[in-house]
């Protein structure tokens, strides 16, 4: 896929359909007959992608021009406490750019890491050395903006980060900074504020390929519990969508959540509305 002119809205993982079985190819297919644009693989407990199912999920990638990103393992901590398990996370992490690359993924989405008992500026500073170590082979390092007060990952944080080195780019997850937040983004000033932001830190190019989720949440005061449907959430998803259309935002809308791609059509459709 060449460089991206409008916003894309895909899902998170593989479609739930009406009982089909799906498979990461077959999934790509029936996504795009639904009108869908992109699906964010799950590397979250292994490297799904291999030898023997790539060839097939590339082809049904190339025919429908199709958005592919991944979300890497849920075991990574670039801030751990022991220096072998920072070595292991930054492996978990060259593993999934190495299965993502076989597909031709655009981006792997992953949370940093964890303050454990370090402070604010020693993690930040222990975060960026190992980002800065990982090789850069055409796959964006997405850092995701993280939904409990415990990950490292505020938008600022990442922001940050990103200027320094430039093989990261972000990840908004606008329900995990509401969640995080203790339902903090109520209204469209709220999604504005974070997109100038981005601006004004950034530039207008970190809009123009920005790779964001999107879902309803369950939170309570320490933070993001659980995925809900957009519809039996508090997530104001109209007035984020308003919001990325007024700032001309383009790349790719992953919605997350138990109804999957019903959610994501949702999103697209009032998206296409505005």
Do not use: W
Request: glycine share 8%; net charge negative.
């Amino acid at each position: 896929m060449s460089a991206i002119n409008r916003l894309l809205f895909g899902i998170s993982g593989l479609p739930i359909g009406n009982g089909q079985k799906f498979n990461y190819a077959s999934g790509i297919n029936y996504l795009k007959e639904l009108g869908l644009d992109a699906m964010e693989l799950l590397f979250v407990r292994s490297v799904n992608v291999s030898d023997k199912n790539k060839d097939a999920i590339l082809k049904n990638k190339l025919a429908n021009d199709f958005y592919l990103s991944a979300h890497g393992s849920h075991y990574i901590n670039l801030n751990a406490d022991e220096l072998e398990k920072q070595e292991e996370s930054i492996r978990r992490i060259l593993d999934a750019v190495e299965g993502l690359a076989k597909v031709q993924g655009r981006s792997l989405i992953f949370h940093p890491g964890y303050y454990l008992k370090d402070s604010k500026e020693t993690t930040y500073d222990t975060i960026r050395k190992n980002l800065s170590r990982m090789p850069y082979n055409g796959i964006d390092y997405r850092l995701e903006t993280t939904g409990k007060g415990t990950q490292f990952g505020t938008l600022q944080e990442l922001v940050s980060l990103c200027k320094e080195i430039s093989s990261c780019k972000l990840c908004v997850d606008f329900a995990h900074i509401h969640a995080r937040n203790n339902g903090s983004l109520k209204d469209y000033d709220d999604f504005a504020k974070i997109l100038q932001y981005i601006i004004d830190e950034l530039g207008q190019v970190a809009l123009d390929d920005l790779h964001i989720h999107m879902g309803g949440v369950k939170y309570s005061k320490k933070g993001e519990q659980n995925h809900l449907p957009l519809e039996e959430s508090d997530f104001n998803f109209n007035a984020c969508l308003k919001a990325l259309k007024d700032f001309d935002v383009k790349g790719c809308v992953i919605c997350e959540g138990p109804r999957v791609e019903n959610d994501a059509l949702l999103l697209k459709r009032v998206y296409e509305n505005l």
